[in-house]
């Protein structure tokens, strides 16, 4: 009885280990995947964010260039 359990047993893992082989070896490649997506998602994020970032500082120097200009008029008579 022994051996006929340790044969089931036995023959059970040898059918259950290439399918969880192959299940480890598809999480491994959506890993790859999700992270290759990421990453790009993350690069558009921050090209982006960079493009605000610079607009928002043109913007300010060419606020307060206006500014410094207005009180810096000549307004002296010749």
Known sequence: MKTVLFSLA??????ALPAYSYQV???????????????KDGAHD???GATKSTHAVK?????????V?????????H
């Open 59 to 67: 913007k300010g120097v060419h606020k307060t260039a206006t500014k």
């Open 25 to 39: 070896k598809q999480d491994v490649k959506d890993v790859g995947h999700d992270s290759k997506e990421a990453a």
């Open 10 to 15: 036995l023959f059970a893992s040898t059918v």
């Open 46 to 48: 921050v090209k982006k």
């Open 69 to 77: 200009s207005e009180k810096t008029r000549d307004t002296s008579t």
